[in-house]
Every structure is written in structure tokens, then in C-alpha cells.
């Protein structure tokens, strides 16, 4: 990456107090709207002069033949030879999209129809469990892109959700997890979604043999109960039957779609049996728009490629190592959690394209909390901290529900806070105001933190796609820019291959561990449970 050092060194040391007194239309300049979505820009540390820079930087990348590449199906994730196509997932039924000469849209299409037409029947009562009674609750085991999606979007949509429904969550392989998440359910009353690609998914499978024999305790033993209780998100066809699903309620995905990016897929059938079928289109139907706008828009005024660029430009050239998601919005209290593996998952890498390594960083950690809890927490490092942090701040103008003004309450706590870590308050405005001596350094806030602010019109089913499709995108270009492939994840793919080699350590004969420290902890925990 080539980019002049003298606009690095203005970002850092140039205030938003000046980036604001030297441009009085850097607000316009850096905001832009799409979809009822508006970004503002103008409080992060570049001007116009260094936006025009990033954008020509992006030009010198791979960036716009690897998006052309992606929504033509081609093979651009490299290391598994597969295709990226999300985007499909999302299609109207009129569009054709191909990978590998195959237009897979009537594919998609014939599986949200699946999807809707079993989901109709469990919000209708059709659907009976053994013994008769009516499904009242959901559970879905999955983990990562199987949990984290559809979680997110139960949480971030649960005043659409049928109300006499429940949803649980079960992802950890950590007992406790299923044995919480499966409390005071009646299993007469209970459904699982099995969701994993292959069926052999290790925490999935675990997980999903204990449900298996909770629920079968429940009817006396008798595996013909599994068929009504259990149904899998798969392309194991084989596996699923041997477990007792009956294939006709398995519903798969494909190899190119990515766990992190499929809580559009099957995997958001928890979703789809919460809120119904119609409403899940109009979710699909708002990953769709802004999958328009990233591939139609101007950079300079396309918000996924802002937003990408901006990452870029923080961690790269600011050097800066965290970024905050802070949405006003109890509902979103899984989206930072959700980011975390869309993002960190994608472009966390240390190789570039070719193999080489990367001699800059690819990701910055990924956090945060829904205000105003965080206010009363982390904020206090945010503002005064000698860490700076750029934010995201994300809010919805328009309220769901709003009780004695709490709304506009919530809002102006957003603007504030925003206003705080751009602008500060300086020793001389405290003075003015009074403040004893004593009291005037304690309570400088430095300001020219840098935030991006993005407001939706309303928390819908369409906004939540369109806010969940600007990630995936800017995550998307800011891995262009990183030469790196945002789509494979070695890195947990070991993790798991080394806890099955040390689990026969813990649970059989004492066997000697790989190195020192381990031995100590596999010994120590035998020990403990005397073993």
C-alpha cells in the first residue's frame, strides 16, 4: 500500500476542531444516504484531500475485478477453491447468478420456499410433536455463523416474532449451555434445528447428541420421537437419517456460502419460523438493495466502501488497533458480537493472496456494547483514555415503541456522545464555565476520537439486511485492499484439530501432552477429576 505520508501524519495530529474550522462543508462533503441509511463521515480524522487519496489507493488494488469476480461466481476464495456467493442468497427469482455454469437462484429460491412453507406450519400449529402437542419452542444448535447470524437477528427482530414462540440458542460446547438454554422447556413442546454443513461439526454434534437423548428421556426412549422433534440445516443427507431426521425436513446450503456470511441461508431458519416468511423477504430484500448500491455506487459515495476505507485509513495509517461498534439499540445487543466473526474471522490473516506474508495489519479487534449501558462502563476510556478507539455508533430514528420520550432520550445520549469524542472540551471552555483550578485537567476531554455515525430510518426486517450487507461489503473491501482472503479461516480449523488429539488425554489412559505447560494442565485437571 502507497499512500503519501504527509496526509498519515495530518491524520494524526490535525484535531477535528481544525479539520472542521479549515472545511465549514465537511459535514455534506462526508455524509452520505442510501437506503433510509445515513453516514456521516466528517467526524473521523481525514479531510477531502485524503478521502480522494484512499480512493485512488483502492483503485490500485484488486479491489473492483475481485467484487466483479464474486457476483460472477468465480472461484476467489483461493485456498478452498470455492466459489463466494452470498449475494445468491439474497437474489429476487428473476435474476440469474452462476458459479461454475450453474444458475443457482431457483436453487435459493426453492429452499426459502421450503424454508416458508415449514415455518408456516409451526407458527400455525400444524406441526405436532410426538405426542400430539403443539411446538411452542425453538432451539438451534449451531456455532459460529450457525449461532451468531440467526442469534443476532432473533434478538434485533424479536418484537416481529410470533409471540407465542420462544427462541434459545445453544452454541457453546460448555455443558452448562444446553442445560441453561433447555430449562423449564417441555420437550413434548420442543424443536431442534441441527444446523452444520457437514453433520460433523464437533461443538454442533455434541450438542445435538445431548438434545437427543434430553428429548428422548422425555418420550420413554422410542427414536421414532426424533422425526418430530428434531430437524437439521445440512447437506449431509446420510448422516442426518442415521441420526433420525427424516431428510424431508433437512434444508441445505452450499459450499459457497460461508457460515459467516449464511444467516440469509437455511441457517436463518430459527429466523424465518420467528418473524414468518414475508417478513424474512423483506429482510433478504434489504441485503439486496445495498448489495445494488455496493456494486453500483461511486466510491466516493458507495457507504460500504466508505466504511471499508475508513478501517483501512484508522488502523493502517492512524495506527490504531480496536474498533468499537456501539449501537443504540437494546436490540442489536448481539451485532458486536456478530461483527467480530464476520470481520475478524474474514480479514484477521497473515498472508496475502499469493502466500507472501503481510507486513501491515489486516484487522482491528472488534467490540463493544449497546449504549447506554457501555456509557456507565468503557466510555470513560473512550473519552480519556490515552487509547484512542475509533466507533461505529449505529442508530434507528424512528422508534418501534417509545415510552415517555425515551427515544429522543436515547438519541441525544448517540449525538452526544459523538459530539464528546470529536470535539472534546478544552481547559479554556472549563475555565469559562468556572471549574475550579484543581478540577481543570481532571476534566479536559481531549476529543478527535474518530467515529462514524449511522442512522437508519427504523428497525425493520429490510434495514436489518441492509445494515448486515454494508458489514459484509466494507469487510469486503477493506480485505481487497489487504490482499488478503477474507473467505478461509485456518486458523480455527487447528485449534479444533488439536483438541481432538488432547481429549483421549483428559478422558483415557494418562498419555504424555505435546509440550510442558500442557502436560501441567492435563495433569492438574486429571487430578481434580480424579482420573
Not at 42 to 65: E, M
Not at 162 to 181: C, E, I, M, T, Y
Not at 450 to 478: D, N, W
Amino acid at each position: 500500500m502507497v499512500i503519501s505520508i504527509s496526509y498519515a501524519s495530518h491524520g494524526r495530529t490535525n484535531t477535528a476542531r481544525d479539520l472542521f474550522a479549515a472545511d465549514p462543508g465537511r459535514t455534506p462533503a462526508l455524509t452520505v444516504e442510501s437506503q433510509e441509511i445515513h453516514a456521516d463521515f466528517s467526524k473521523q480524522r481525514i479531510d477531502r484531500a485524503v478521502l480522494a487519496d484512499l480512493i485512488a489507493l483502492l483503485g490500485q488494488t484488486p479491489f473492483a475485478a475481485r467484487r466483479a469476480a464474486m457476483f460472477a461466481g468465480e472461484h476467489i476464495n483461493t485456498t478452498e477453491d470455492r466459489a463466494v456467493l452470498h449475494v445468491a442468497l439474497r437474489a429476487p427469482r428473476h435474476e440469474v447468478m452462476r458459479t461454475d455454469g450453474l444458475d443457482v437462484v431457483p436453487q435459493v429460491h426453492a429452499v426459502l420456499d421450503r424454508m416458508g412453507a415449514f415455518a408456516e406450519r409451526i407458527r400455525n400449529g400444524e406441526w405436532k410433536g410426538f405426542t400430539g402437542k403443539r411446538i411452542r419452542n425453538i432451539v438451534n444448535i449451531g456455532i459460529g455463523g450457525s449461532d451468531l447470524g440467526p442469534a443476532m437477528a432473533n434478538d434485533a427482530l424479536r418484537d416481529f416474532a410470533q409471540q407465542d414462540l420462544q427462541f434459545r440458542f445453544v452454541s457453546n460446547v460448555d455443558p452448562g449451555d444446553f442445560a441453561w438454554k433447555t430449562a423449564g422447556l417441555d420437550p413434548a413442546e420442543t424443536l431442534f434445528i441441527v444446523a452444520s454443513k457437514t453433520f460433523t461439526t464437533q461443538e454442533t454434534m455434541t450438542n445435538a447428541r445431548t438434545a437427543r437423548a434430553w428429548s428422548l428421556a422425555a418420550f420413554g426412549g422410542d427414536e421414532k420421537s426424533v422425526a418430530r422433534h428434531f430437524v437439521a440445516v445440512s447437506t449431509a443427507a446420510d448422516l442426518v437419517t442415521q441420526f433420525g431426521i427424516d431428510p424431508a425436513n433437512m434444508f441445505i446450503f452450499w459450499d459457497w456460502v460461508g457460515g459467516r456470511y449464511s444467516m440469509d441461508s437455511a441457517i436463518g431458519l430459527a429466523t424465518m419460523i420467528a418473524i414468518g416468511a414475508p417478513a424474512f423477504a423483506e429482510m433478504l430484500a434489504g441485503f439486496h438493495e445495498m448489495d445494488r448500491h455496493f456494486l453500483e455506487a461511486p466510491a466516493e459515495r458507495n457507504l460500504p466502501v466508505l466504511l471499508g476505507l475508513m478501517q483501512v485509513w484508522n488502523t493502517d495509517f492512524l495506527g490504531f488497533e480496536s474498533h468499537a461498534v456501539l449501537p443504540y439499540c437494546q436490540h442489536l445487543t448481539r451485532f458486536a458480537a456478530y461483527l467480530q466473526q464476520l470481520e475478524m474471522e474474514s480479514n484477521g490473516k497473515r498472508v496475502q493472496l499469493d502466500g507472501t506474508p503481510v507486513n501491515w495489519h489486516t484487522c482491528p479487534v472488534i467490540w463493544g456494547e449497546p449504549g447506554t449501558n457501555g456509557q456507565h462502563a468503557f466510555y470513560q476510556m473512550l473519552h480519556q483514555g490515552n487509547i484512542t478507539v475509533p466507533a461505529d455508533f449505529i442508530a434507528f430514528a424512528e422508534p418501534n415503541v417509545d415510552s415517555l420520550g425515551m427515544h429522543d432520550m436515547l438519541l441525544a445520549n448517540a449525538f452526544a456522545q459523538t459530539r464528546v469524542m470529536g470535539f472534546g472540551q478544552t481547559a479554556e471552555e472549563l475555565r469559562a464555565q468556572g471549574t475550579p483550578e484543581a478540577l481543570i485537567e481532571p476534566k479536559v476531554m481531549p476529543g478527535n476520537r474518530p467515529t462514524t455515525f449511522i442512522m437508519c430510518r427504523k428497525r425493520t426486517p429490510r434495514s436489518l439486511g441492509q445494515l448486515v450487507a454494508l458489514y459484509e461489503h466494507s469487510t469486503f473491501t477493506a480485505g481487497a485492499i489487504w490482499n488478503v482472503n477474507s473467505f478461509d479461516q485456518w486458523g480455527v480449523e487447528l485449534g479444533k484439530k488439536v483438541a481432538s488429539t488432547l481429549l483421549p488425554m483428559l478422558t483415557g489412559p494418562a498419555t504424555p501432552a505435546p509440550d510442558p505447560s500442557t502436560a501441567s494442565l492435563v495433569h492438574r485437571y486429571r487430578q481434580w477429576r480424579n482420573r
